[in-house]
């Protein structure tokens, strides 16, 4: 496949991951409406955001792998899954696409009668005083870190030429689901740096300063996966011969 159309499924998905996920965050998740109760909550959002990638691996995994995620490629290329010259137009066009995905959202939730972007959050990442659960650095850091780890164990897993074909965008989109049930509270949940850069630069202030770490941890995380898994599976693939969901 040519890295144009690559390059183009990617900026889809990832837009399609900010718009879903980050938008059931700021659009539904304490939404009242006429019936008290009604929003999806915390759960609901987490379950949006693993359907996001559920549904754009099944959508785009055979064109670009379905990446979606700065961490992922970083993590693949360690693992020796994925070309390290094609690296860094994937992070590219992931940011790029959070960035489209969030614009829209903003134009979406500006409609609603005094819905302030900034005050609302914006469903952008932080620590401490931005923390949903009023975590620390350390926390934040040590959360993101072995949450994206682990995301990137299952995929480097779930993707394995061993493992059951055709059950992989399955197991990592439910992956992706439980780790916001856990670390939603903590840092609103990255385990992205693109999805994370995305809503950042709209609220901006602080958003931006804290997001350092929405880079630094998830890449760390990714990397140790891809160091970690081909040893505990015996198995190093040959560059290129399968990205995150290409079979």
Sequence with gaps: MQLSKRLAAELFGTFWLVLGGCGSAVLAANFAGPVHGLGIGFVGVAFAFGLTV???????????????????????????????????????????????????????????????????????????????????????????????GFFLFVILGATDKRAPAGFAPIAIGLCLTLIHLISIPVTNTSVNPARSTGPALFVGGAAVDQLWLFWVAPILGAVIAGFVYPVVAASRAPVASRSALAD
């Design 54 to 148: 559920l549904t754009m691996a099944y959508a785009i995994g055979h064109i670009s792998g379905c990446h979606l995620n700065p961490a992922v490629s970083v993590g693949l290329t360690v693992a020796g899954r994925f070309p390290a010259r094609d690296l860094v137009p994937y992070i590219v066009a992931q940011v790029i696409g959070a960035v489209l995905g969030a614009f829209v959202l903003s134009l979406i939730a500006s409609g609603k009668p005094g819905f302030d972007l900034v005050s609302s959050g914006f469903a952008s990442n932080g620590y401490g005083d931005r923390s949903p659960g009023h975590y620390s650095l350390m926390a934040a850091f040590i959360c993101e870190v072995v949450m994206t």
